[in-house]
């Protein structure tokens, strides 16, 4: 019998539950995850990340420049769970030779509600764009345009996807310019459907899946820079002497990147829910072990408890409607999304909306960030399943 890989995964998935132990921690002190959270935020994008991409740029401008001027462009594909924006920004920043060409950005980076006023936008940014072109000295320096995020420049509706076919048509009939677009995957395969993108579009990358290795040495030195005791979860097939701090920490970052499909993003937040704190003397009662207080200071924490970094795993998904699966799907369409927005792609009441968003806000499913609705990164590999089991059109293998 041949299993389908989606099924296999499940099986090794439920496999390693059965032999890794996982046990009911405290939540993490305020003090410790303060710090950690300033120590993420200062770390940056992956560098694999940037490395991966800016290999595949200069071999597509070097390909452009040399002989294939219809090469013109480099779509960069991502989860409709990571931010691919701050990512393209620090990457271009990094770039060796970022001073041998001229970079102009396109700026819409907030989606108007009205698709008329996407297509206005879009020939105002373009028009910009020329007249910067016009106004800069000659120059040997190729130009390069930069669209972050394409699936701003739409909203699944009837006429919402004019501006994609603007962008597309303005990419292949100026050679002269290289461009480079940031867009969600699953918008992409939308795209390719209502307006065949990738006939005139033709090269793309992904970004790359981080594996166990990876993740570690990007997540593991937060851990240490704390300067406390770090206690990781252990196979119940094995004694706690035959496996070693090192072998320990690897097995629990291979399950982490296997049930993260890879992905930064979702890999930050299961990994968030994989760590807790433990006192030292959990056998005794709180008269001889008092709970430390939550104002107590890290040194403090450290001197009566520990981390402790559990089997990564994924929050317990609540029962979903066919509307709601709509409602979803419809989110991670667009990347992000207003209300008002989302009721116009769904063809339904703003109010009915926004009720149906602030149930699945309660259940964690979604975030809302200053009005823009996301789905939260923990939920995205399960909910990638379920929607591509119910044959709703996604983008790529994850």
């Not at 005791?229 to 701090?245: D, L, V, Y």
């Not at 699945?360 to 990164?377: C, F, H, S, Y």
Request: charged share 20%; net charge negative; aromatic share 8%.
């Amino acid at each position: 019998m041949s299993w389908p890989f989606e099924q296999i995964r499940a099986w090794l998935s439920k496999k390693r539950a059965d032999v890794i132990e996982q046990d009911d921690l405290g939540p993490l002190p305020a003090a410790i995850a303060h710090q950690i959270d300033q120590k993420l935020q200062a770390s940056g994008i992956h560098p694999t990340y940037r490395h991966h991409l800016l290999t595949v740029l200069d071999q597509h401008l070097a390909a452009w420049q040399a002989d294939n001027p219809t090469a013109n462009s480099l779509a960069i594909l991502h989860s409709p769970v990571e931010a691919l924006t701050p990512i393209l920004q620090h990457t271009l920043q990094h770039w060796p030779a970022a001073a041998n060409y001229r970079l102009h950005f396109l700026p819409l980076e907030v989606r108007p509600n009205q698709t008329d006023d996407i297509s206005q936008l879009l020939e105002t940014a373009r028009s910009q764009i020329l007249t910067e072109l016009s106004l800069q000295p000659s120059s040997d320096r190729p130009s390069i345009v930069i669209i972050p995020r394409l699936d701003v420049y739409f909203l699944r509706c009837i006429g919402g996807w004019q501006a994609i076919e603007q962008l597309r048509d303005m990419v292949t009939a100026d050679l002269s310019r290289f461009w480079l677009i940031g867009c969600n995957g699953w918008a992409w395969t939308y795209f390719d459907i209502v307006c065949q993108i990738e006939a005139y579009l033709e090269q793309t990358t992904q970004l790359p899946e981080l594996d166990g290795e990876q993740i570690q040495n990007w997540l593991q030195p937060l851990l240490k820079s704390l300067d406390g005791p770090i206690h990781h979860a252990t196979k119940r097939t094995q004694s706690t002497e035959s496996s070693s701090p090192a072998e320990k920490a690897a097995a629990l970052y291979a399950d982490l990147a296997n049930i993260s499909h890879g992905i930064s993003s979702v890999a930050v937040q299961l990994w968030w829910r994989s760590l807790g704190y433990e006192l030292n003397t959990p056998e005794q009662d709180e008269a001889t072990s008092p709970a430390p207080p939550a104002e107590a200071d890290i040194a403090k924490l450290f001197q009566v408890g520990h981390l402790k970094q559990q089997r990564p795993s994924y929050p317990e998904m609540p029962n979903l409607s066919a509307i709601e699966d709509y409602l979803i799907y419809s989110v991670l369409l667009h990347g992000s999304v207003t209300v008002a927005q989302l009721a116009i792609s769904l063809g339904e009441l703003e109010g009915q909306v926004r009720a149906q968003v602030q149930k699945l806000l309660r259940q964690g499913i979604l975030r809302n960030q200053d009005g823009m609705i996301t789905v939260a990164p923990a939920y995205y590999p399960k909910l990638h399943d379920r929607l591509r089991q119910n044959n709703f059109v996604i983008g790529g293998d994850r």
